[in-house]
């Protein structure tokens, strides 16, 4: 019976894949609605929990929380498939686009038809603040905790600022501990291997980076320093991580340019997946003197480079995370987590929103992607064909 219900889900993540559109917020929205509502893989508040465990972490956010859900469902090999099966699609379709690059700029062709997409992301990241935030945040400390992180999130607006926000809030709330009951506590059994394994993969990484940086046939060990360093340093999803490879990839080291860029990332916005998976097209970009063989192995190393830090760092932290739940001041803190949380969230719709273009369609469609999901049943991914099919049209 598990064997049949670890196939199920591991379909579901497949699902999932292949249309989770709009980044870790609107991710968040279709696992609450995909993994808890329909399927009950897991409670409302340990998505949550996890979520926010994750956030705390670095490392691309909803790819940590599934992997996360598919290691408690089933252990390590589970997660590990989880893992595999939901960024495939995703890497698989920015290396292709990466290796297709220069053919598509010489057709003259664009992006320019994911423009409708934008306001529709934009939507879907607003309603999943208003439904994570009525379902978790019910009480006043948690209602202030919630306000301060969505102001600050919004004003600060820096990846270092969201794991101390969310430390902060924890540490508010576990004040209130008494509050708890009394749990039996197991003795608490740490498992540093992955820990140690990540930091020792990032010391190898730096050393082999600085001793090929002056050899052009060794770039893929660079690159695969460059992501697997940037997979280890940032705070806050997917969109915290283009600013950083844009200085890095175009400004600094020219792998890119500026057009090439964009490109890239307006079709990243398009597909369902991971964010994260953006650096499979600037590694494969990055390699395009080496051929098809060298776009590839640059895409893959890249792809390995970004999504191992964080896949090593939640592993350590969930084999004791039950564990540790037990301790009433943990329990207490998680009320802090999740508000902040969830202020997050609200913030990064604000912010979304102001980085729309000028123009009162865009405002019509964020709005109007609100109130479908609010008061309809229409899927995620059938609003997201529209917005194509539109952005071709038109």
Not at 21 to 41: I, S, T
Not at 75 to 104: C, D, E, Q, R
Not at 197 to 207: D, H, K, M, P, T
Not at 239 to 250: A, H
Request: glycine fraction near 8%; include cysteine; charge should be positive.
């Amino acid at each position: 019976m598990r064997k049949v219900r670890n196939y199920i889900f591991l379909k579901d993540v497949a699902i999932l894949s292949v249309t989770a559109f709009g980044g870790p917020q609107a991710h968040l929205a279709m696992f609450l609605d995909v993994l808890v509502n329909k399927h009950n893989y897991l409670k409302e508040t340990e998505l949550i929990e996890l979520n926010a465990l994750c956030q705390i972490l670095p490392g691309p956010t909803s790819t940590q929380t599934l992997t996360a859900i598919g290691y408690k469902m089933g252990g390590a090999k589970l997660a590990y498939l989880t893992l595999l099966i939901w960024i495939l699609p995703a890497v698989s379709a920015m290396i292709f686009a990466g290796m297709l690059f220069n053919f598509m700029a010489e057709a003259g062709m664009d992006f320019r038809f994911t423009r409708f997409i934008q306001p529709m992301a934009v939507g879907i990241v607003s309603y999943a603040a208003y439904a994570i935030t009525i379902k978790v945040v019910n009480t006043k400390t948690g209602f202030v905790l919630l306000v301060c992180s969505a102001l600050l999130s919004f004003y600060l607006n820096s990846p270092f600022a969201f794991p101390v926000i969310l430390l902060i809030s924890g540490f508010v709330t576990a004040g209130k501990y008494k509050q708890q009951p009394i749990e039996e506590k197991s003795k608490l059994k740490i498992d540093w291997r992955n820990f140690f394994l990540w930091a020792g993969v990032f010391l190898l990484a730096i050393v082999v980076g600085l001793s090929t940086r002056n050899n052009p046939l060794l770039l893929p060990f660079r690159l695969f320093e460059n992501f697997y360093r940037n997979g280890s340093m940032i705070f806050g999803g997917g969109q915290i991580l283009i600013p950083l490879l844009y200085t890095e990839f175009v400004e600094f080291k020219h792998y890119l340019t500026g057009p090439e860029f964009l490109s890239g990332y307006s079709l990243v916005q398009a597909l369902p997946g991971p964010v994260f998976s953006f650096s499979s097209y600037v590694g494969s970009v990055s390699m395009r003197h080496a051929g098809l063989s060298g776009e590839l192995i640059g895409g893959l190393v890249s792809s390995f480079g970004i999504f191992l830090p964080g896949t090593f760092l939640i592993f350590f932290v969930i084999r004791f995370w039950d564990s540790l739940k037990k301790y009433r001041w943990v329990r207490a803190s998680l009320e802090g987590i999740t508000a902040a949380s969830s202020g997050m969230v609200i913030a990064a719709a604000i912010l979304l929103f102001r980085a729309l273009p000028g123009g009162w369609e865009y405002i019509a469609i964020t709005i109007g992607t609100f109130f479908i999901l609010a008061f309809t049943k229409i899927p995620t991914p059938f609003l997201i064909l529209i917005g194509l099919i539109a952005g071709i049209i038109f």
